[in-house]
């Protein structure tokens, strides 16, 4: 390739990075999809019940001021604007106390058991710990806080939507068992109809109701009152008592004339008394039944006031029925599955995170990928770049053709195990034969690689430790090697060793540098600016 630098990414650079980092990027890709197809089996799948609601712009939507002129013609009656109307509609279908109420009366534990018996472990455990270091709760707050936290599990299953430019109201409702699902969406549709029954409507009949049981209690009261007061004095008829003692009397008197005797007179005296007795109980009898009177009269009239109290609610709830149920609640056949959409929420996941491994691992990346990325950070002239390890004898003409001008290459990697040392000494092999010239590789590694453990005749001297150059070299035919150095001599004394250089230009026509790789020994850079 030419030294100029690549502005612009090829295919070829994607697919190289790829296949470079191919075993993370499968991983990024393939574990969140596992982790998304697990999470859908183990998912429990819940039933969607569902409900259609209208409303409708009735007359309990006009307020009507307490001063009103529409005797005389003019109306001051104040309509609500639709707005209004059904964000008030759908703010008394979603607020707390109707989901309270709701709740308690479907059951907590029916609404939501802990659908894995590990959640329930894992409760009882997190409740264990907080009642050890913490001071248990009363039983109305735990009952508090138990409800709050089932109104707030509520509200997540629970959906509700005002369609635009509608006045339909749609709910829903979601449970793992269907009868339950229906059965609590049913119950909100009905507690909601209560309540704004009891919203809109101001019952007449109730204040009436208060004053009738009033004055029943009162009549019946006085009623009693006259009662025990005839059986206490034993009255059954004071007008026959009366007339018996006046005749008892007129009988004394007669004798008296008659007969002049005092006890006669104490007869008299005895009927006169008893007379006066019969008159005292006959006024407080009257002023009972009169109490009695009154009160039934009152009782009465009350009673009244309250059936017509009453068939007027009657009319106004017939009349202020505006909210109509379209569709009750309905549960589809199956329950609502999430699986495909976890398995592409795991998919889109799986592509974000290859590219944020790809990112980091460009980021962090400690050496080189593709050859134009050596050039353009080290400024190392590159011949070529070879990727092809066939072991056959046509890819290393082509290198050799292609190369063979060059009397000095160093071959370097960016990773161990990519096979640089395999294709240096394949490269020289060739070199050796086609072109019939000295060629000398030199091995910067300590050891060569495990492919060429048949010419452990390489001596242990490293070619840059001795001052007679043969004593390091293994000579086959054309091909010699050699190792770089067998001691810790510092990479930077032998480059800077020009004799040594010139010496090896001098006995071989090419040198051929096993650079190793950069991912061991950062060296193999500054050993290929001599290339």
Partial sequence: MTNSSVNQVSLRDILTYIFKYRTRLLLAFFIPIIL????????VQRYHATSVLIVRLGSEYVYQPEVNNAANGNSTA????????????VAMLDSDELHSQVINKIGIDRLFPDDYLIVAWAKQ??????????????????????????????EKKFDIELEKDSAVINLGFQNKDWHIAQETLDTLIKFYLEKRQKTYIEPRSELVKNEMLANQEKFMLAEKNLTDFKNKHKIYSLEDERQGLLTLRDQAKEQATRIKNTGIYKII???NRQLDNINELEKQLNNLQEEVKTAGESYSNSSTRYDEAKSFDDLEAGRYGSVKVVQSPLVPAEPKSWTMIIIIAGIFLGCVAVVVVASANKFFQKGFVLPEEVYETLGINLLADFMNSANDKKSWHE??????????????????GEGV??????????????????????????????????YQEIPEIGIADTENTYDALYVQNNLSLCRLTSAETPISGIIKNENLWQTLKESFDYLIIDANSMENWFGAVALATKS
């Fill in 36 to 43: 998304a197809i697990i999470i859908s089996l183990v998912l």
């Fill in 78 to 89: 104040i309509p609500f604007s639709p707005t209004q109307i059904f964000k008030s509609e």
């Fill in 125 to 154: 455990i997190v409740q264990t710990v907080k009642y050890f270091f913490i001071t248990p709760p009363t039983p109305e707050e735990a009952a508090r806080v138990k409800l709050a936290s089932a109104v707030e599990k509520f």
């Fill in 269 to 271: 005296a005895s009927y």
């Fill in 399 to 416: 290198l050799v053709h292609k190369l063979h001008n060059a009397k000095t290459i160093a071959f370097i990697s960016a990773h161990s």
């Fill in 421 to 454: 040392s395999f294709t240096a000494f394949n490269y020289a092999q060739q070199l050796s034969i086609e072109t019939d010239k000295t060629v000398l590789l030199i091995s910067a590694g300590k050891l060569f690689a495990e492919d060429f453990e048949k």
